[in-house]
Structure formats: C-alpha cells, structure tokens
C-alpha cells in the first residue's frame, strides 16, 4: 500500500513542478510579447506627426433671434441655463477637457524622445550640409551670438531649413539652438566653446547638431554675389515724410547716384536693419523710433520712384518711400514666462478666424510673455507659441486664447479681451483654415460645394451667439475690434498692455509695429471682388450684426465699424 502511495506523490510533485514551468514561461513570453507590441506603437508614433487632435466642435444651427432680446434660442438637443441662455453641451464636456489634458502629457512624452542626447565627435557626423559648419558658440537672451531673425519648429527642424531660410531673409550665418530654434544673423557676436557642448540632435534631422542649452552650432550659409540675391520677404510699408533730422532718426546713411531699391536693400539687410529708406540718391536704414514712426504714411505720389530710370529726387524733397527688408526687429523677440503665478485669469475670446493667433502674436512682441490656450494646436507650438503646451490654468501666461462661449465657460475667467471682426471675413477666414489649414485657402470646389452654404448656416449663428454671450456672462470686458487695431496698431497695443496689467515699452510697441505680419499671415488672397456670399446668405448675416451692434451700445462698448452694416 506504501509503494503505490509513494509512486502517486512523486507523480504529483513532478506535475506540480512542470505546472509551475508552464506557468513561468506563459508570463515570460506574454511580457515579451507586450514590450515588442508596444515599443512597436511608440516607434510608429514617434517617427511621424502626432494624430490630429479633434477640431473644435460644430457650432449649433442657426436660429431667429426673438424680437424681444438678441440672444439665440437653443436648438434641439442643447441644453439652457436657468436664465434661457443655450449652455452648449459640445463645449461644456469636462471630459473634452480631460482628453486634451492627455494629449498634452504624451505630446510631451514624445517630445522627449524625439530629443536624444549624442555625441557630436567630429568623425561622427555624417550628415551632409549645403553650407559650412563654423562651430560651436556661446548664446543667451542677454547676449545673442547671431542677433537677426529667430524662427522655431520644434517638430521638424532640421539644419538646411534653417539655412535656407536665413539665406532667403539676407544672412549670411544661421545657427541653431534646443534642436528646434533657429537665428540668423551676418556675423557672430559671442566665443566659441566646446565642440561637445553642442550635443542635441535636430528635431528633424538625427545625427546633425542643433546646438544644446545656451549653445549655438553656427553655418556659414552659401554665398551669392551682390545684385544676385532676391529677397521673398521685402514688403512695401509705403511713403513717409522725412523727419526733420534723418541722421538722427536713422542708424545709417549712404549717397549713391546710381542708386537703386535692390542695393539699397542689400545694404540695409547687410547693416542687420529691418527698414531700408529711399529718397534718390540717399539710402538710410533703421528702426522704427518715436523719431520716425510707421503710424502716418502719406499718399503715394507725393514720393519719387526709386529706380534707375527716374532722374533723382530734388534736394529739398520732404518725402522717402519705406521698404520692409527681410532682417527680423528683434527688439521684441525675447519672450518668457509670466515670473510669478499670475492670480487673474484673462480669456482671449473670439470666434474662429477672427484673428486670434495675430492678436496673441502683437501681444506677445508687445509685453514679453507668451499667451496660452484653452486648447492644444501642434502648429501653432511648433512655431513658436511656446504657452500653447502650457496647462490653461497655470497662470504663468498673460492670457489664454478660447473661442468658447456659455455661461459655465466664460465664468472661469476673472476679464477677458473680446476680440470682433467682420462675419464675413471671420467666416471666410475660417472656411479656409479648415479646408487648407492655418496659411492656406481653399479651393475653388470647396467654395462651390454645399459644404460652404452649411458652414454659413451654422457658423453665421455662432458669430452671434459667442458675442453675446460674453457681453452678458463676462466679468471685465475689453472689446477689441479687428478693423480698429490694424487702423491704429500702437494705441491699441497700449491699451491692451494696460488692460492685462503690464507695461509695454514704446520700444517694444514700435517693434511689436515693425513685425506685425509674423509668420501666420496668408500669403497673396483672392481678389478683391471675390464675394462667394448669396443674398439669402446676406440677409442672414446682416440680421445678426445688427443684434450683435444693439448688444455693444446698450452695454456702453465700442460699436461695431460702419463697414459691418447691412449691405
């Protein structure tokens, strides 16, 4: 009876042994295969663009206002606050909120990865340049090693792209920094230090060095003979009255009989100046100063044309024409966080394509601290909106940037800058920007689709609704009109300064002026008479400017410009 007992619990011990094997190697080869799985999806991630993240929601159907109020009704399926005001649910989800709290942190994730440190011996960089790779330099805010233009991708940076743009805007030198940020400039103000101090990758270009903290690798960028190079960024800012003493007003002076616009230009851009001054046989160049402003410009024949087959100016000619050469001001390219934990939180309201990422752009020359976003646009961080990845509420941005409205969204914010165009550009502009993007426009098919007829029924009502209610629901208003800040940049700049209780020096206003398109401006446009609005389109449109216009004088706010009125 023993032997067959002894026999069996043998048997089980070893069943019990080889059990535990198979239970051992079924957890090993489960981790394996989850690691492989997911070093898989980081790698596919990592390699390319981010998922979009989910656009703005749909704004509601368009509705009669009742006569006896301007506000809309809430369609079907939206709820209202107690008052009767429609609190829609597709912007009050806390949920929304939560996702896009995620996609932050994993952009953040992923970004880290994207930047690996390296060593950058010089027989290991293998990757070819256009141009000539000076070295390593010493660079910060107080003392810029090249102090031209400054432009980010902090996606895609890549050495040749920094190169080609600063050869594009006149430099001769561009360096790169954090692997993601580029400057440009025509010679190297600070001393070169070790080759190993510049250890990051480029964003978008491994095994090419992109600088490190406080470091700059510098490129002497392909050379072009004078009178060969064709400048893409020279903008006419039109003709000006000389002031009273031009050598004061402006940092160079140079007389040439046979003087023309692009050697002017030339030497402007060579001198690292942002404006190149005509007046044949005279070239000036310099900045924008309380002694010459950009604010009045004065008819256009009151100036000579600057060209060789023109005989020159007379002697006592009062007038010069302005050009914009492709040189940076940067006065005003400096931007930080706010230094302390701001205890107001101010909104920058507006509706889609009226001009939002402009503002935050004149705002941010003007006061030095970036602005954040209620949202998170990929575009818009990569080029430099560095606040666009801070959380919303830090408080360590002057204002955060929302197209929001409802009772619930808008008193989260202590004021707000209310920012209106007109609803016919504000709804063409976004029409673009959702059919080609932030610098795109949209096809001639899409203009002629029914996708355009039902954007404007939707997003006609949204123009309205979103003014009024911020006009009702919000704490501490400023309004702020398109048309009126493009008509007077500086006094409105100053006045925004003033309203988020911080001080803009003249200075950085006038730069703020100077660099007033920024890097989101559409190239050319369609013309003029382009109209693609029908009647019953008009009819609709001008119902709400004129609600949206008793709103503003009944609440004692700047009205909207004649030019929004029925037409």
Same mark, same amino acid.
């Given at each position: 009876?023993?032997k #067959? ?14 059990l ?8 090993m080869a ?7 799985r997911s ?15 989910p656009?703005?929601?749909?704004? &509601?159907? *368009?509705l009669?206002a009742?006569?006896s109020?301007?506000?809309l009704?809430?369609? #079907?399926?939206?709820d209202e606050?107690p ?8 912007l ?11 996609? +932050? ?9 994207d930047?690996p ?5 010089p ?10 790779y ?6 910060d ?5 090249l102090k031209?233009?400054?432009f980010?991708?902090?996606r895609? /940076? =890549? ?5 080609? !743009? ?6 001769q030198?561009a360096g ?9 400039? $025509?010679?190297?103000g600070?001393? +070169?230090?070790?080759e ?16 490190g903290?406080? +470091?700059?690798?510098v490129?002497k960028?392909?050379?072009?003979? &004078?009178?060969?190079?064709r400048?893409?960024n020279?903008r ?5 009255? /000389?002031?009273?003493?031009?050598t004061?007003a ?7 009989? $046979?003087? !023309?616009?692009q ?5 402007c851009t060579?001198?690292?100046? #942002?404006l ?6 005279d070239?000036y ?5 309380l002694s010459?402003s950009?604010?009045c ?5 009151h100036?000579?044309?600057?060209n060789t ?8 000619s009062?007038?010069?024409?302005v050009?914009?050469?492709p ?6 390219t400096?931007?930080e966080f ?13 509706? &889609?394509?009226?001009? $939002?990422?402009?503002v +935050? ?13 209620y949202?998170?646009d990929g ?6 909106f560095k606040?666009?990845k ?6 360590? !941005?002057?204002?955060?940037? =929302? ?8 008193e989260?914010y202590?004021?707000?800058i ?5 609803p016919?550009?504000?709804l063409m502009?976004?029409f673009?920007?959702k059919? *080609?993007?932030?610098?795109?426009h *949209? ?11 039902e ?5 006609a ?8 209610d ?9 309004v ?6 493009r ?6 700049l100053?006045?925004i ?5 911080t ?6 206003l006038?730069c703020?002026?100077? $660099? ?5 401006k ?8 382009f109209? #693609? ?9 001008d119902?709400y400017?004129s609600?949206?216009d ?7 706010? !700047? ?8 037409r």
């Open positions: 009876m023993a #067959p007992f002894y026999r069996l619990q043998r048997f089980l011990r070893r069943t019990q042994l080889f535990l094997f198979l239970g051992v190697a079924y957890i489960g981790s394996v295969l989850l690691l492989q070093s898989l999806v980081l790698s596919q991630r990592g390699g390319g663009a981010l998922p979009p993240l656009s703005l929601p749909s704004p &509601p159907r *368009a009669e009742p006569a109020r301007p506000f009704r809430a369609p #079907p399926g939206v606050m008052d009767g005001r429609p609190g829609p649910r597709w009050a989800s806390r949920n929304l909120e939560i996702r896009r709290l995620r996609r +932050r942190w994993f952009h953040s994730l992923m970004s880290e990865r930047t440190r390296v060593d950058h011996s027989m290991q960089r293998k990757v070819h340049h256009k141009g000539t000076i070295g390593c330099f010493l660079d805010a107080k003392g810029r090693a031209g233009a400054v980010y991708d902090f895609k /940076m =890549t050495s040749t792209m920094c190169q080609d !743009t600063c050869s594009e805007s006149g430099y030198f790169l920094e954090y692997g993601s940020e580029c400057y440009c400039g $025509n010679r190297v600070s001393s +070169r230090v070790r190993e101090d510049c250890n990051l990758d480029c964003k978008g270009e491994r095994g090419s060095p992109c600088g903290v406080g +470091r700059l690798s490129y960028v392909e050379e072009m003979l &004078p009178g060969q190079r400048f893409r020279v006419y800012r039109g003709c000006f009255e /000389m002031p009273s003493d031009p004061a402006f940092l160079f002076h140079a007389t040439q009989w $046979n003087l !023309t616009l050697s002017c230009i030339e030497a060579d001198k690292e100046l #942002p190149a001054v005509l007046r044949r046989p070239c160049c310099g900045f924008a100063s010459f950009l604010q410009p004065v008819p256009d024949q100036c000579t044309l600057a087959s023109m005989p020159p100016a007379p002697p006592d009062r007038f010069f024409q050009y914009q050469t040189v940076q001001d940067s006065r005003c400096e931007r706010l230094p302390e934990k701001s205890s107001r939180l101010v909104a920058l309201s507006s509706f &889609p394509g009226a001009g $939002n990422t402009w +935050r752009h004149l705002i941010e020359l003007a006061t030095g601290f970036y602005t954040g976003s949202y998170f575009t818009l961080y990569n080029k430099g606040g666009e801070d959380y919303w509420k830090s408080g360590r !941005t002057i204002c955060v940037k =929302t197209h929001e409205s409802g009772r619930r969204e808008i989260m202590d004021a707000a209310l920012l209106i165009r007109n016919y550009h504000s502009a976004e673009n920007r059919c *080609a993007g932030h610098l795109g *949209a096809s001639e098919q899409h203009w002629k689709s029914k996708e355009w007829p954007f404007v029924d939707s997003y009502s949204w123009w309205a609704s979103h003014v009024l911020w006009l009702h629901f919000g704490r501490r208003l400023l702020v009109h398109y048309e009126g800040l008509a007077a940049l500086v006094p409105q100053r006045s300064a003033a309203f988020l209780n001080s803009a020096s003249e200075e950085r006038l703020a002026e100077s $660099n007033q398109d920024g890097h989101f559409r190239p050319g446009g369609r013309q003029a008479d109209n #693609p609005f029908t009647p019953e389109m008009k009819q609709l449109i119902g400017i609600a949206v008793q709103a503003l004088r009944e609440g004692n706010h !700047t009205r909207l410009p004649q030019e929004y009125m029925p």
